[in-house]
């Protein structure tokens, strides 16, 4: 007899950062407890999570991503491709990061995030896109993107967050940055780094903004206007104190729809790598995401 599709699938990167199967296990153990029946799956190779997520049964009513941000950046891909019927998502954060994890404030323990999966409440989780493809947190041009290319996986899975200090110290000293310029809502903006993000917490439970969270609407645009050593040191003190927007060189703003340009500028999406474009970044679906 085919196998039925539990209502709950797993599915983890078996790369991400501080993956652990224990913790898949534990998870699967304290929903059974509660009456929940789930399957577990690994990925093969990226990419397979957007395709999975894409084409699972309708039976199945939520979608565990057991990943970082690029793991559930895939994920929401594929919910966004069903146009509608998706599932609600779920995550057990592994990763070096996960940045929407803290934003939504989810448990890091396999039982507490059972528990929460057999409560079922859900909130909205309001996407953004770029061209045609989402993100979940933010989309970014210039200093930091220039960072998240120079880290590649071995060397994230290595060394964790210490991968992404040493790279952006290397880089913020050799001074190779370059100009980005950014329209945003018909204005033009010349800057170093500009983020637009639909959430508050940016690199970690550190926020970028105060004025939008990842299930409220509303996308920021937060700009740095230049990337000398002295300016990022003085940013990533006030972005670890949360009082980024008192820094001169940031400006935070609200905005309906961006583009980036700029001579040999590299982007980002949810902390990985994205080949530059200058599609439209604007506010995206909303997807329902455990809470
Ligand atoms: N089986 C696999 N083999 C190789 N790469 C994979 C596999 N499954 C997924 N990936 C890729 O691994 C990348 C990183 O995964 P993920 O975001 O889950 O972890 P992370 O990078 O450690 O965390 P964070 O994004 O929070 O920093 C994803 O972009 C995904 O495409």
């Known amino acids: 007899m085919p196998h039925e599709a539990?209502?709950?699938?797993?599915?983890?990167?078996?790369v991400a950062g501080n993956f652990n199967y224990r913790h898949l296990m534990r998870l699967a153990e304290r929903l059974d407890r509660l009456g929940l029946k789930s399957d577990i799956w690994l990925t093969r190779y990226p990419g397979e999570l957007a395709d999975i997520a894409a084409e699972l049964s309708p039976s199945v009513r939520t979608l565990v991503v057991g990943g970082g941000d690029g793991s559930i950046n895939e994920a929401i891909t594929g919910i966004i491709r069903r146009g509608g019927d998706g599932p609600a998502l779920s995550i057990l954060p592994f990763g070096t990061a996960n940045v929407l994890a803290h934003e939504l404030g989810l448990p890091f323990s396999p039982e507490k995030l059972a528990e929460r999966i057999a409560a079922g409440r859900t909130t909205p989780l309001y996407l953004g896109t770029v061209g045609e493809r989402p993100f979940s947190l933010m989309v970014s041009a210039g200093f930091d993107a220039d960072i998240v290319h120079a880290v590649d996986a071995p060397f994230k899975r290595r060394w964790g967050k210490i991968a992404y200090g040493w790279r952006g110290l290397t880089l913020a000293l050799a001074g190779t940055g370059r100009d980005v310029t950014v329209t945003a809502d018909g204005e033009t903006i010349r800057c170093r780094i500009a983020v637009v993000t639909t959430?508050?917490?940016?690199?970690?439970p550190l926020a970028i903004t105060r004025h939008t969270r990842a299930t409220k609407p509303g996308l920021r645009l937060v700009t740095l206007a230049d990337?000398?050593?002295?300016?990022?040191?003085?940013?990533?003190?006030a972005l670890a104190l949360g009082r980024l927007d008192r820094l001169a060189t940031v400006q935070d703003?609200?905005?309906?729809?961006v583009r980036f340009s700029g001579e040999g500028i590299r982007m980002q999406i949810d902390g990985d790598r994205l080949e530059t474009t200058d599609a439209p970044v604007r506010a995206g679906p909303i997807i329902e995401v455990i809470a």
């Not at 539990?6 to 078996?14: E, G, R, Y």
């Not at 959430?199 to 970690?204: D, P, Q, S, T, V």
């Not at 703003?253 to 729809?257: C, I, K, L, M």
Request: hydrophobic share 50%; glycine share 6%; proline share 10%.
């Open 227 to 237: 990337d000398r050593p002295a300016t990022l040191l003085r940013a990533a003190t």
């Open 253 to 257: 703003r609200a905005v309906t729809e």
């Open 199 to 204: 959430a508050r917490f940016y690199g970690g």
């Open 6 to 14: 539990a209502p709950i699938l797993v599915v983890a990167n078996p």
